[in-house]
């Protein structure tokens, strides 16, 4: 079990660029969760996915948000035409459905800088 | 809606000075409770949690009890160390989505 991992860990981009976040989750776990992290605030959840499907995506995902998890394992999330307003810490959590009491395991992260 | 709300800080204490961190939460039912630790340019690490009413999570010289009455989840320690400086966040899992719920975290300074 090598935990859950985040790639890149740091990405500065100019302000219209795409960029593409992924996360490789703990290997049985079937649900997978983004969220963003800003200065000086908790994680805010943006989606779900319960093996390959996604389940839901908050208010906080506009549309040059786009999330994918083809095969049930690793995903992606990918920001069209960034804003400076995108700049903050993505993370990744997994867990087994039917276990949530027993906690989730985050990622480190991924920092987005846009300038 | 659903909330949590942690107390603001910075907090700096002296190594050894005991540690109070308030949580109180809003939720639909009882919802399980945690407290994460995230150290300087990492993700969050699981610190302990508690399931159900009354019920005390314990690690590392960290307690949280969980009291339904007052719809808190305090996290204490004894005797803090320089190591334990970090951001801490109360969350509970009581999202419509299976999703935690966190508050805004609270930084935690000790100096030697």
């Known amino acids: 079990d090598t935990g859950v991992s985040q790639n890149p860990r740091h990405k500065i981009t100019k302000r219209g660029q795409n960029v593409t976040f992924r996360c490789d989750p703990i290997?049985?776990?079937?649900?997978l969760y983004w969220y963003r992290q800003t200065l000086g605030q908790g994680p805010e959840f943006l989606t779900y996915?319960?093996?390959?499907?996604?389940?839901?995506k908050s208010r906080l995902l506009s549309d040059r948000f786009s999330a994918e998890r083809p095969k049930g394992s690793f995903s992606t999330l990918e920001i069209q035409r960034t804003e400076q307003g995108d700049s903050a810490m993505y993370l990744c959590a997994s867990i087994n459905s039917g276990s949530e009491n027993y906690g989730y395991t985050f990622g480190s992260g991924t920092r987005l800088t846009v300038v | 809606g659903n909330s949590v709300t942690q107390m603001e800080g910075p907090v700096t204490l002296s190594e050894e000075a005991f540690l109070t961190i308030n949580c109180t939460y809003t939720?639909?039912?009882?919802?399980?409770l945690f407290w994460y630790v995230q150290y300087p340019g990492e993700g969050l690490q699981l610190l302990l949690k508690a399931t159900k009413a009354d019920d005390k999570g314990s690690n590392k010289g960290f307690e949280a009890t969980y009291r339904k009455e007052t719809t808190s989840f305090h996290l204490e320690k004894g005797s803090v160390q320089v190591s334990d400086s970090a951001v801490y966040f109360c969350a509970h899992g009581g999202g419509s989505q299976g999703n935690l719920i966190f508050g805004k975290g609270t930084k935690l300074s000790v100096k030697p």
């Open positions: 939720a639909t039912g009882y919802p399980s």
């Open positions: 996915f319960q093996n390959e499907a996604q389940l839901e």
């Open positions: 290997s049985e776990h079937n649900r």
